[in-house]
């Protein structure tokens, strides 16, 4: 009898849905900030990662639109054909002023950023040291870059030099990856530790910015910034489509490692420079986190306004955070999914995440300078009553 061969594809959708690990999008209308539509009701925006809220700012829509004026909607090829422009230009020298380094290459994503780099400078006679919770793309780097991969245990130093004594000497080049803030959970890696590990083992070291930028640090250059570490040889990966609300991502580092990646990441080579307006939304936002620090205070003054009610509930486990994100634990997907209805349901828009994503499901708030004390304070009203008629 003749089978299907794409049969297997409703079975594992249907495996997907029984374990509670289906996903679907949501459709949000209108411009991005602390509340949004959802489904035509108004809800508040515990789900974005526009943590200054710039995504729907008035100069850096302005800006777009007349970077599509002046350049057109598309870049028309990649950059070392016909898809360069200044703008590409005047945004890298800013990265790189913002990150104290000698030069950044935009890529037209930050998972491409990474996917670039990583598998530009390793390959199969290397070894990639990576913690266990790092981003996808991070992982998939590696995969993709035919190294060794060893995965250390969460921000632990201690295991992670006992790998490199038993591994290092087996390999060539070694590349240790870690996200900054860790984008799942909140908390932040080690950085200082980690780079005196890179330095005693010989190893390069990749850190991932992509939620610390314009975040964490006096001027939001990131967590290198964070732990005084500017200057200090490593590889710094973000993104431009977070708290610098457009698209796009990029490597900061010295001017050898970036002409190097400019010759070598295929990521860069073999896709389409960023669009004029992504390009032009990015370098106005990096222009107001730089003129305007005061959005950063204000969203360290909304993150400590959160955490000091959430100890009015000490029955919701908080995992470990230093930032804007902020999660509770939950037994299973299906309580999670509970939880994020419930929330819903009240008018707060806060997703469950789940395995695979991360180990653990857990309902996920991530806040933003523009949230005003109203907004948290019904978050936390409203966790106070779910909890009240649910079991966890
Ligand atoms: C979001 C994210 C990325 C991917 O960035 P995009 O620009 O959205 O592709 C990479 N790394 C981390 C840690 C992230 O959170």
Same mark, same amino acid.
């Given at each position: 009898?003749?089978?299907?061969?794409?049969?297997?594809?409703?079975?594992?959708?249907?495996?997907?849905?029984?374990?509670?690990? %289906?996903?679907? &999008?949501?459709?949000?209308?209108?411009?991005?900030?602390?509340?949004?539509?959802?489904?035509?009701?108004?809800?508040?925006?515990?789900?974005?990662?526009? %943590?200054?809220?710039?995504?729907? +700012?008035?100069? &850096?829509?302005?800006?777009?639109?007349?970077?599509?004026?002046?350049?057109?909607? =598309? #870049?028309?090829?990649?950059?070392?054909?016909?898809? *360069?422009?200044?703008?590409?230009?005047?945004?890298?020298?800013?990265?790189?002023?913002?990150?104290?380094?000698?030069?950044?290459?935009?890529?037209?994503? =930050?998972?491409?950023?990474?996917? =670039?780099?990583?598998?530009?400078?390793?390959?199969?006679?290397?070894?990639?040291?990576?913690?266990?919770?790092?981003?996808?793309?991070?992982?998939?780097?590696?995969?993709?870059?035919?190294?060794?991969?060893?995965?250390?245990? *969460?921000?632990?130093?201690?295991?992670?030099?006992?790998?490199?004594?038993?591994?290092?000497? +087996?390999?060539?080049?070694?590349?240790?990856?870690?996200?900054?803030?860790?984008?799942?959970?909140?908390?932040?890696?080690?950085?200082?530790?980690?780079?005196?590990?890179?330095?005693?083992?010989?190893?390069?070291?990749?850190?991932?910015?992509?939620?610390?930028?314009?975040?964490?640090?006096?001027?939001?250059?990131?967590?290198?910034? %964070?732990?005084?570490?500017?200057?200090?040889?490593?590889?710094?990966?973000?993104?431009? #489509?977070?708290?610098?609300?457009?698209?796009?991502?990029? &490597?900061?580092?010295?001017?050898?490692?970036?002409?190097?990646?400019?010759?070598?990441?295929?990521?860069?080579?073999?896709?389409?420079?960023?669009?004029?307006?992504?390009?032009?939304?990015?370098?106005?936002?990096?222009?107001?986190?730089?003129?305007?620090?005061?959005?950063?205070?204000?969203?360290?003054?909304?993150?400590? %306004?959160?955490?000091?009610?959430?100890?009015?509930?000490?029955?919701?486990?908080?995992?470990?955070?230093?930032?804007?994100?902020?999660?509770?634990?939950?037994?299973?997907?299906?309580?999670?999914?509970?939880?994020?209805?419930?929330?819903?349901?009240?008018?707060?828009?806060?997703?469950?995440?789940?395995?695979?994503?991360?180990?653990?499901?857990?309902?996920?708030?991530?806040?933003?300078?523009?949230?005003?004390?109203?907004?948290?304070?019904?978050?936390?009203?409203?966790? +106070?009553?779910?909890?009240?008629?649910?079991?966890?």
């Amino acid at each position: 009898m003749k089978t299907d061969p794409y049969a297997w594809i409703e079975e594992s959708l249907a495996t997907i849905h029984r374990a509670n690990w %289906y996903r679907s &999008v949501q459709t949000i209308e209108g411009r991005p900030g602390a509340t949004v539509l959802l489904g035509g009701q108004e809800v508040i925006n515990f789900a974005s990662n526009d %943590y200054l809220g710039l995504a729907g +700012n008035e100069h &850096v829509i302005a800006a777009a639109i007349a970077a599509i004026q002046e350049f057109g909607t =598309g #870049s028309t090829g990649s950059r070392l054909l016909s898809g *360069h422009r200044e703008l590409h230009r005047e945004l890298e020298e800013a990265i790189a002023s913002t990150k104290q380094t000698e030069d950044a290459v935009v890529f037209s994503s =930050g998972y491409l950023a990474n996917l =670039g780099a990583i598998t530009a400078l390793t390959g199969k006679r290397d070894l990639i040291l990576s913690d266990q919770y790092n981003h996808s793309s991070l992982k998939n780097g590696s995969i993709l870059s035919g190294a060794a991969i060893v995965e250390y245990p *969460h921000c632990d130093v201690a295991a992670l030099k006992t790998q490199l004594n038993q591994q290092r000497q +087996n390999y060539r080049r070694c590349l240790i990856l870690t996200d900054s803030i860790f984008s799942m959970d909140g908390d932040l890696c080690p950085l200082p530790a980690l780079l005196d590990l890179a330095d005693e083992f010989d190893c390069m070291l990749l850190v991932d910015e992509a939620h610390a930028t314009g975040v964490l640090g006096k001027t939001g250059a990131g967590c290198v910034e %964070y732990f005084g570490c500017t200057g200090r040889q490593l590889i710094q990966i973000g993104t431009l #489509s977070k708290a610098l609300a457009s698209l796009g991502g990029y &490597v900061a580092g010295s001017a050898t490692l970036i002409d190097f990646l400019r010759n070598r990441a295929p990521s860069w080579i073999y896709t389409t420079a960023l669009s004029p307006a992504d390009t032009a939304a990015a370098l106005a936002a990096i222009k107001i986190m730089q003129q305007e620090p005061q959005r950063r205070t204000q969203l360290w003054s909304n993150i400590d %306004y959160l955490k000091k009610l959430l100890q009015q509930l000490p029955n919701f486990k908080l995992l470990p955070s230093e930032s804007p994100i902020l999660c509770f634990q939950l037994a299973s997907a299906a309580d999670a999914l509970q939880v994020g209805k419930q929330l819903r349901q009240a008018g707060i828009f806060a997703p469950a995440i789940r395995p695979p994503t991360v180990p653990t499901s857990r309902v996920r708030i991530s806040l933003m300078a523009t949230h005003e004390s109203s907004h948290i304070e019904k978050l936390v009203q409203t966790l +106070n009553s779910i909890y009240i008629d649910t079991t966890f």
